[in-house]
């Protein structure tokens, strides 16, 4: 079976959180993937986009012990997922501080705000349009919670953002505010919540990309060694 394939792998390698030295001493989402692309072993690999690859890095890292596992099938769906384009840094950014902002604490709820509305900025200089509509998630997202964006629309009325800036910072920081602000927030399972911030940022890059978000083909050999090296490790 290739596990490129959607459906649910016949074994999951063992995931766990940080930075690991090698598979024996276990395994985050990007290491593994780095692993099963043929790169050197590293949680920053250049077969995945840099913004995606960091939604992956955290969600891994602030899921629970219990969630980390369904994490693992999504794994080869992020193999050869890169582009340059900043429409894809900024659609998955939006939809990250979308999906957190409604339900995160009150102190995260102005950054993520802010986030949204300059995400929203981002993509209108980038289409060349008017930078004052909103998706209507955004306006969903923002509706639930009038104080911190009426707070945000003031706060951005001046801003104007660079391109670069946004990626380099912007962006990063957002993303992590919104991982965090989901992986804190008072909701009967943030693990769910988790994991669907990080299968739609896959979506949106396989959209953007033109690629389809089921990997380049994933080797049976190749993920049976790695679902040996991760349990060996869990197992130490």
């Known amino acids: 079976m290739s596990k490129a394939q959607p459906h649910l792998p016949d074994m999951l390698p063992v995931l766990s959180r940080g930075e690991h030295r090698n598979p024996r001493k276990g395994a985050c989402f990007m290491e593994l993937a780095s692993y099963l692309a ?3 072993w590293s949680d920053h690999p250049a077969c995945t986009h840099s913004l995606l690859a960091s939604v992956a890095r955290l969600v891994n890292d602030h899921t629970s012990d219990e969630g980390r596992p369904r994490l693992a099938e999504l794994i080869p769906s992020v193999i050869g997922l890169t582009g340059d384009d900043l429409h894809i840094d900024a659609l998955i950014t939006l939809r990250c ?3 957190a902002l409604p339900v995160a604490a009150a102190d995260r709820q102005r950054v993520l705000a802010v986030s949204v509305l300059v995400c929203e900025r981002v ?4 289409d060349g349009r008017g930078g004052d ?3 209507p998630d955004s306006e969903r997202a923002l509706g639930a919670v009038p104080h911190a964006a009426q707070w945000a629309d003031r706060f951005t009325s001046n801003i104007s953002p660079r391109p670069a800036a946004f990626r380099r910072q912007a962006a990063p920081q957002a ?3 919104a991982v965090e602000g989901a992986a804190h927030a008072l909701i009967p399972d943030p693990d769910a919540m988790l994991r669907k911030m990080l ?3 896959i979506q949106i890059c396989a959209a953007s990309t033109g690629k389809a978000a089921s ?3 994933v080797d049976d050999t190749a993920w049976a060694e790695a679902c040996r090296l991760t349990v060996a490790a869990d197992g130490r």
């Open 175 to 177: 993303v992590s505010c």
């Open 133 to 135: 509509s909103l998706s």
């Open 215 to 217: 990997g380049v083909g």
């Open 38 to 40: 043929g790169e050197r």
């Open 199 to 201: 299968a739609e940022s």
């Open 97 to 99: 501080a979308t999906i």
């Open 123 to 126: 993509l209108a200089q980038l």
